[in-house]
């Protein structure tokens, strides 16, 4: 992968860190994770009051470290 540096003022830096679901997670997740939002809010997909707490009590999980990576789940599974 190719990197690039970009110089951001520090008040965005911390409104990126606020979209940070986990400790480790790179700024480029966290820039794709906006742009995915951004881009998919035209669409409006409505969601039920049942899936959105769904989604609210995952990311309660994963804040506080209670997820497994990708590669605990396939040395869990065998893989």
């Not at 990126?16 to 700024?27: A, W």
């Not at 794709?32 to 997909?45: G, L, P, S």
């Amino acid at each position: 992968m190719e990197a690039t540096t970009i110089k951001i003022n520090t008040s965005t830096k911390s409104k990126l860190d606020t979209f940070r679901e986990y400790k480790n997670e790179s700024y480029d997740e966290v820039i794709n994770k906006v742009i995915f939002i951004a881009e998919n809010f035209k669409k409006r997909i409505e969601l039920s009051e049942e899936t959105i707490a769904a989604i609210e009590r995952a990311r309660e999980r994963i804040q506080k470290g209670k997820f497994l990576t990708e590669s605990e789940a396939k040395r869990r599974l065998g893989l």
